[in-house]
């Protein structure tokens, strides 16, 4: 049986689904939704929205813990028209991912309602994505992010950059398209390199001045254009450090939604021998050292920001798990010798 099969028999396919993996399935029901206005139309029937104000996700707590709630179509509607609005505003959602059943997920961003009055009627509250991000659980906080980022580039894609004229996007979101000049806009991400650098023995952390008090991370920086992934890494700790990189090995890669949408590319990098001198770049970056296993193990298990201590100083911390610069940190510890492991 072909794998093209959950595609070409998709009006009669249930016994031919079968014989794909669930996550094949769902990649291949989410590709018809993204290709076809008329399923994906159908797919809001039955499925769920994520909703949004001004880019801020609707939360609701539970025993301390935020929870990202999904609504009906009719839940919707119901509230739509409490508001004023009718059910054409469902237009403006996006697909951002179904359950292993096939019930599709949108996110919606009704900032053109009375947020003050849709909090009371939803029992929520509209969070800034960037406290929400840390509050939710992995799986929630990584599909609002996405969900945030598909509706910021719809708002920022109104209009096409060659023509000026109004674009329009397709059912699931997946695109715009000029009628104008034909031209099709993807959603896009800026991709970004984050590498944590090794002398063998030490690794080297570095801090922003926007970053909280205490807090260093990995190096990181856009790609620029035409660079490769490793010309990337390699200029980006040549111009923030001032040491030249020897060997490179990938790590893993995140989405981030801050500032806009990054693909965060996390890397490993060494130094050349006997390059380890510093030179900082202040116009990149507020400071920069190497650090020993057991400080950066011990900075692992912080949990910041943190107010100043009585010497002056503020406690040494890295990012939170949820970031992949902790991630990093945590795969150089775990690869040394030092007895200080992360948890
Ligand atoms: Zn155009």
Redesign the pocket.
């Known amino acids: 049986m072909s794998l093209y099969c959950g595609i070409a028999c998709r009006r009669k396919s249930s016994w031919c689904y079968r014989l794909l993996s669930t996550y094949v399935t769902k990649t291949r029901y989410l590709f018809e939704l993204k290709e076809d206005d008329d399923a994906c139309k159908k797919a809001q029937q039955t499925g769920t929205f994520y909703l949004f104000h001004s880019l801020a996700p609707l939360l609701q707590t539970s025993t301390n813990q935020y929870l990202a709630p999904r609504h009906s179509l009719s839940e919707l509607e119901r509230l739509l028209s409490k508001f004023g609005q009718d059910s054409q505003r469902l237009e403006d959602s996006v697909l951002i991912g179904c359950s292993e059943q096939h019930e599709a997920w949108f996110a919606l961003d009704l900032a053109s309602l009375q947020k003050l009055e849709m909090e009371t009627e939803l029992q929520g509250s509209f969070i800034e994505m960037r406290k929400a991000l840390f509050q939710l659980n992995a799986k929630d906080a990584s599909l609002l992010s996405m969900a945030q980022a598909l509706l910021r580039w719809h708002d920022a894609h109104q209009?096409?950059?060659?023509?000026?004229?109004p674009?329009k996007k397709n059912m699931a979101g997946s695109k715009r398209v000029?009628?104008?000049?034909?031209?099709i806009y993807y959603p896009q991400m800026a991709p970004v390199v984050i590498t944590l650098v090794s002398d063998g023995t030490r690794c080297l952390l570095a801090r922003q001045s926007s970053f909280p008090r205490g807090m260093y991370s990995a190096l990181a920086g856009f790609c620029d254009i035409g660079e490769s992934l490793e010309e990337a890494v390699r200029r980006e700790v040549a111009e923030e450090v001032g040491l030249e990189v020897d060997k490179l090995q990938y790590s893993a890669s995140q989405h981030w939604p801050f500032p806009n949408s990054s693909l965060m590319i996390g890397c490993h990098a060494t130094v050349k021998p006997g390059q380890t001198e510093i030179h900082v770049n202040l116009r990149e970056l507020e400071a920069a050292a190497w650090f020993s296993c057991e400080e950066v193990a011990t900075a692992l298990r912080r949990k910041g920001p943190y107010s100043q201590q009585e010497n002056g100083t503020f406690p040494f911390w890295v990012p939170p798990k949820l970031a992949i610069a902790h991630q990093l940190i945590k795969e150089w510890v775990e690869k040394q010798t030092c007895s200080s492991l992360p948890v």
Do not use: A, V
Request: hydrophobic share 15%.
């Open positions: 209009f096409c950059s060659r023509s000026g004229q674009t000029c009628p104008s000049s034909k031209i």
